[in-house]
């Protein structure tokens, strides 16, 4: 009998050649449609390679890497779009520094409160720790509760939020809050944990915002699937999933809109499927 092709497998094909195909068709430099062409391959070359082993082989161990295969793949999508970025939008910074500053002012008032801004913004700056380990523990807890069995399900529901968030970087490109002299808010969590959040994305981030969130579109999937396969673990992954969103924008890892933004896409999805 065949081996049946997983719908998660379908989309990191289409979607590593539908940026591969953009590469060559928008105006890069060499490098960068180089790169972007070598993640895409990269990425269907081992989508390929897993499913074609099991298909040769049938292995329990390669439905298993199969099952876990797209949580690094969602990475490599990521770098791939990483290579579109060619100016920022200024204006539209701009536009969504103020709306941020009108939303963190009226929390934490016009001036702000160093021992009530810093520790508030400080707890949320732990809970985006997670934004990284999340979509694979979600794995995990299916794993644990005895619902392997729903993998690709679960992919499903994660990948299409997340790589539609990706999917606008080439065109709506800008830096993120932490990164500009005029966001007045930048500053607001400080100590270890901070550290570490800008430790990982100085060498793994493509240091290029990305609207909507792409952490908070995909914890928020994760969270969502979880409650309708595991409800008692999927209330605890999306309240760690609405505190990746916060510690987004209060960390400013993101604008508020790009969270606000990704959680409503990752909710209409959800509801459509």
Known sequence: MLLAVRTAEWINTLTFSFFVGCAWLRALTRRQRVRATAFGVAGILLT??????????????????????????????????????????????????????????ALFGRRTDPSLGIAFANVFEFAYVFCYPLIPLGMLTLYLVGLRAHADEYWVAVLPPTYLCYALLPFVQMLPPRMLAADRWRNLSSGPVRGLNLWVLRHGSIQVNTFPSAHVASTMAASLVLLRLAPAVGIVFFVMAIGIALG??????????????AAALALILSFLR
Do not use: C
């Open 48 to 105: 390929l390679a897993a499913y074609g082993a099991q298909a040769s082989w049938r292995l329990p161990a390669l439905s298993i890497v199969r099952d876990w295969l797209p949580a690094p793949l969602m990475m490599f999508v990521y770098w791939q779009t990483g290579q579109f970025y060619s100016r920022r939008n200024e204006a539209l910074e701009a536009r969504l520094l103020a709306l941020d500053d009108a939303i963190l002012g």
């Open 248 to 261: 987004a924008v209060f960390g400013r890892y993101h604008y508020a809109a790009d969270a606000i933004t």
